[in-house]
């Protein structure tokens, strides 16, 4: 007749795989962080399979470990959407300009802006004074839909109600992150681009960088 364990085994046996499983979350997390700070001197990305996987899934034990080597955090977000943008960049050139959304935050409209709150969003009437009345007609003419949003309850409803293949974010670095990971939750191809200012009211955007991924297509073979 096979002995079974003892209590006492078994707790043995639980905590040595703890042990296990402890010290290979921190040393993968060790080669997350150290990958991650190569990528950064180095400009380009070591090992994309397993950053950004690495960064999201170990993202407690990563920052932690960051702040102990003293790096500004902004740093490592910035990085994260950098990596989300370079692993998803053949994807989503691909999708056809008509089936890509632009979403702009309220905040880089003037404090005087005229514009009036719809059920999709602000409705610009190029009063010109702001760059997104200078810019809209731009980034419509490359045939993407533009919608200026309050809020994520407004991207949310609008990505139901027109299903677009892939979307682009525009806000302050937390907004574009948590925008990126909403639409990896949804399976949604997304790229992010963030404010060169942040605040609440007029902020500032580099266009020409939104513009560079909105312009995206396919390369073509020579």
Known sequence: MVALPSFDQLMAGLGYVILIVTVSLLLTSLLVVALTVLSMRRGRFYLPWLLRPGLIVLEGIVNALWRMGKIDGKELLSFSIRLHNQMNLEKFSSVPMER?????PQCLRSAQCPASLTTEGLVCK???????????????GQGCKVFIVPGSTFVTRLIKKYRPEAVIGVGCIMEVKEGLEMADRINLLAMGVVTSKDGCVE???DWSSLMDVVSLQPRRSA
């Open 100 to 104: 890509r959304m632009i979403f702009l």
């Open 126 to 140: 190029r009063c010109m004074r702001c760059d997104i009345g200078r810019s809209i007609d731009e980034l419509e």
């Open 203 to 205: 902020t500032i955007l």
